[in-house]
Each structure stands twice: as structure tokens, then as C-alpha cells.
């Protein structure tokens, strides 16, 4: 069985202060995790995923997140927030062995103040 | 949106009728998927398909209907068994493998009448 869980339904960062969407999972297996990025009344898009290898990510638009065994979890990270980075975030697992479906969190609302 | 459409972009349906939501890719993916979105909800799984003339039931399947006669086309009929179907409706695609990245349409609004 795999889960995740996103705890925040909303986060508010001012303009230029860093930025932290939190995810954890719950796989039975080794994991694949993603995050992607929804924008108002359009699809979803891809930020970054962590396959293997080193557990600090880094993908698009100066996103990365950091890949946590330990603490099962899968943070999304900026170290300087935009008011264009404002969305809808969702992360989403899949694990090693398992149906190659995804389950997604619930999404978390980023809210950047000017 | 990577390849994928989605039409209509606003879908109006009236008690009782069926309608249909259009998705195509040119991404030469193998899987493609059907996902329902509700405000605080995330997104749950309707129908998927990985091969043509083959699908599975997501996690809400009841009141939905699929077809996969093609490799580029997977549409979606919500049926009048769907009792609440007002929702924002995403197609994706991939290729086969735990791995690999989802691709996402621009979605369907389905409003009821």
C-alpha cells in the first residue's frame, strides 16, 4: 500500500523569504516521489522527482526538494519566494515493485504576500 | 500542458444526459489516465489504460464510462448514473514504469444544468 500526505492545506510566505511545501509517504517499498505544480483552471505540471541517488532534487523554476528515509518525507523547498510561484502544489508516490500508478496528496495552496 | 488536449475547455450537462470529454496526446505514451478534481480534495482516479482496447478501474469509476480504440485518444463519457459530476476533469499520460513523469491536459470543467 502506498500513501502520502500532504499536512498543510495552505502556506503563506512574503515575497523573497524562503519557501517550504511539506509531503511525507508511507510505501512499502523504496519510493518514487514527485511534485508538481497546478496553476488556476489549467493542468498539472511537473516540478522535480526523486528516483535515486542524491536526495537533495533539483528541478524547474529554482525548486528542489530534499529526499528524507528517515522521516519518510519529501519537502519542497525555494530559498526566495515569488508571487508568480503561488499555486496549487501536489506531491504524489509510487514505489518500487508496485502498480506504476501514483497516489497524490490532497495539494497544499501556496499563497506568496507581495 | 506537454502534448495533451483536452475539449472542450467547459462542458454543460443536463439531467439525465450523457456527455463526453475528448483527450488526445502526441506524446506516443503507452498509459494514459482519468482524474477527477474536487476543491480540497486532490485528485482521485477515474479509469487508466495501459495498451489500446484495455482499461482498469481507478478508485471512482461508478458512472463513468471509457473507451481506448486508439493509442492517442482516451475519452471520457460521464454517464447519468454519475449523480454529482460537477468537477474539473485532468487527463494524463506516461510511459509504462513506477518511475517516469505524468502529463498532464489543461482539464475539462463539467457543469450541470
Known amino acids: 500500500a502506498q500513501s502520502v500526505a500532504q499536512p498543510e492545506d495552505q502556506v503563506n510566505v512574503a515575497e523573497g523569504n524562503p519557501l517550504t511545501v511539506k509531503c511525507t509517504y508511507s510505501?512499502?517499498?523504496?519510493?518514487?516521489l514527485f511534485w508538481y505544480v497546478q496553476y488556476p483552471n489549467r493542468g498539472l505540471q511537473f516540478l522535480l522527482k526523486?528516483?535515486?541517488?542524491?536526495?537533495l532534487v533539483k528541478g524547474s523554476y529554482g525548486f528542489e526538494a530534499e529526499f528524507n528515509k528517515s522521516q519518510t518525507s519529501f519537502h519542497l523547498k525555494k530559498p526566495s519566494a515569488l508571487v508568480s510561484d503561488s499555486a496549487l502544489y501536489f506531491c504524489?508516490?509510487?514505489?518500487?515493485?508496485?502498480?506504476?500508478?501514483?497516489?497524490f496528496g490532497r495539494g497544499t495552496s501556496l499563497i506568496v504576500h507581495p | 500542458d506537454g502534448g495533451i488536449t483536452q475539449s472542450p475547455k467547459y462542458l454543460f450537462r443536463k439531467e439525465g444526459q450523457n456527455v463526453t470529454l475528448s483527450c488526445e496526446q502526441n506524446?506516443?505514451?503507452?498509459?494514459m489516465y482519468w482524474y477527477r478534481q474536487d476543491p480540497g480534495q486532490g485528485l482521485r482516479l477515474i479509469y487508466y489504460?495501459?495498451?489500446?482496447?484495455?482499461?482498469q478501474k481507478g478508485d471512482i469509476a461508478e458512472g463513468y464510462s471509457v473507451s481506448r480504440e486508439k493509442k492517442e485518444s482516451f475519452p471520457l463519457t460521464v454517464t447519468s448514473a454519475q449523480k454529482n459530476p460537477t468537477a474539473f476533469y485532468l487527463c494524463?499520460?506516461?510511459?509504462?514504469?513506477?518511475?517516469?513523469?505524468?502529463?498532464f491536459g489543461p482539464g475539462t470543467r463539467l457543469l450541470v444544468l
Open positions: 510505501v512499502s517499498g523504496n519510493p518514487y
Open positions: 526523486y528516483i535515486t541517488g542524491d536526495n
Open positions: 506524446l506516443n505514451h503507452d498509459a
Open positions: 504524489a508516490v509510487r514505489f518500487r515493485g508496485g502498480s506504476y500508478i501514483p497516489t
Open positions: 489504460s495501459q495498451i489500446v482496447n484495455d482499461f
Open positions: 494524463a499520460s506516461s510511459i509504462i514504469g513506477p518511475g517516469e513523469t505524468q502529463y
